[in-house]
């Protein structure tokens, strides 16, 4: 090869790393020094939005979908609906013996390596929840979809263990997202009513 061939080889080499981290592949560098690039591929989320109410203020289907997306830890196909209180509280009676409206439900379909489920969001709890913590009604979405997403591929808070392991996961999501931390909000307002 051509010392002209060997320097564009060179060169190309870097933008070649820099294109892999920009995409989001992953470099590991390998005992003999050498850079071997991983593919790391982002998972693939087929998301369906239903509006049983009316969107007013409700994040737009591409918000949604990026948050959907950030949650996912491998490939997803997820109907995301939002329901009014009626639907809420039916759902909630009937899946969990509660006889009230709640802010998200989530169903699995099945332990297949694909998430596949349903993430239920009641609208006017979301929109209740929002205003009483003083918080963007988007931000609240947000962490709900990444919350049900996350119950979709097993994460659960039904111990103190898995609530923690639960919520760093979704703290981390969220702030990559740019949303703050819903739980570090919660502990200063309990702070302040004291």
Not at 14 to 20: C, D, G, L, Q
Not at 159 to 182: F, Q, W
């Amino acid at each position: 090869m051509s010392a002209r061939g060997e320097a564009q080889l060179q060169t190309s080499r870097p933008r070649t790393i820099a294109r892999a981290r920009q995409v989001g592949d992953s470099i590991n560098e390998d005992r003999g020094g050498e850079r071997r690039r991983q593919l790391t591929a982002e998972p693939r989320v087929a998301l369906a939005i239903q509006y049983a109410v009316a969107r007013t203020h409700l994040p737009a289907p591409a918000t949604l979908r990026r948050w959907a997306g950030a949650a996912a830890e491998r490939d997803a196909r997820v109907t995301l609906r939002f329901v009014g209180r009626r639907e809420g509280r039916a759902l909630n009676a009937r899946y969990r013996g509660k006889l009230h409206a709640t802010n998200v439900l989530a169903f699995v379909y099945d332990e297949s390596p694909q998430i596949e489920g349903d993430v239920v969001l009641c609208a006017p709890v979301l929109r209740e929840e929002a205003r009483a913590q003083g918080m963007p009604l988007a931000d609240h979405c947000a962490h709900l979809v990444v919350h049900g997403m996350l119950h979709l591929q097993g994460y659960d808070h039904d111990t103190d263990r898995a609530a923690r392991t639960m919520e760093a996961r979704e703290s981390a999501i969220l702030a990559a997202l740019g949303v703050p931390d819903p739980y570090a909000q919660a502990a200063r307002r309990a702070r302040l009513d004291r």
